[in-house]
């Protein structure tokens, strides 16, 4: 269990006590569990419960895929996973071509987990999958990002034409999305990078791709965030200042000084007072 995603450990238990209570006989499992290298990586399992002649639970049956190890194709979307768009992004940096990163992820995705099932939310993030491929046909390839989130990127796009996009897919995942016949309501946010600094690595692209996308999910109401070298300058000079006071006040305050301003009153001119000011 402490290779299991925190995330995914609700839904792992539910399961389990379902087999162990009769209510199921067999059980499917998808969950995220750590591999030995730390990292967490995507996992299905399905689960049986053997009885013995009294009709007692004898045994439990158990297996478990590792889709974190098989290809660079994820097998829930069938498109490329993370790790090929680390690579196009590397051979991209060595020839110095720019391009445009999308990320897409659906906001309270765990919604559709709990009142379908995963295997149905499954079928959402293909269905998510297929809407993006059909809408940019031709025009750049989609990845499965960590979690429920989906990477476009092009070569070719402008930055307007991504917000057009996005703008489509954001409509259409709203008002008409259906998935095995069932319709479901989702709400996307949005981040876009503009990948044409060939100094930093493909890691740094994704980060920032996601520091945008947390901005529309938290503060934006899914509108799309475009990425912007300033906007981690500001974060890295609040982080730069936190750090700077927090040394100096573990060292005795070293740094620190007072300025003092005089409040005269206004009546007589006289002194009334003072205001201090920490600096």
Known sequence: ???????????????????????????????????KSGEFVACSSRAAIIRDYSGKPAYLAFSIINHGVVTNTDPITKTENLYEFYNVLRK??????????????????????HSYGYMFGNDVLKAAAELLINLTRNQGDVYRADGTGLIFS????????VRKLYARMRTEMKNAFYVSGTRV???IAGGVVIADNFEIDEHVIYTNAKYVLE???????????????????????????????????????AGFYLCYQPVVSAADDSLSGAEVLLS
């Open 215 to 253: 901005i529309s999910k938290e503060r934006n109401r899914g509108g799309l965030v475009i990425y912007h070298n300033e906007n981690q300058d500001k974060s890295s000079r609040r982080l730069e200042l936190a750090n700077t006071l927090r040394t100096d006040i573990a060292n005795h305050c």
């Open 1 to 35: 269990e402490q290779r299991i995603h925190p995330e995914d450990l609700d839904n792992y238990h539910a399961r389990f006590r379902d087999l162990l209570t009769g209510i199921a006989q067999e059980q499917p499992f998808e969950y995220r569990a750590r591999n």
């Open 185 to 187: 309501t989702l709400s």
């Open 92 to 113: 991209r940096k060595a020839r110095k071509q720019s391009s445009i990163v999308l990320l897409i992820d659906t906001i309270r995705f765990e919604d559709i987990n």
């Open 154 to 161: 092009s070569e070719t796009m402008s930055l307007d034409e």
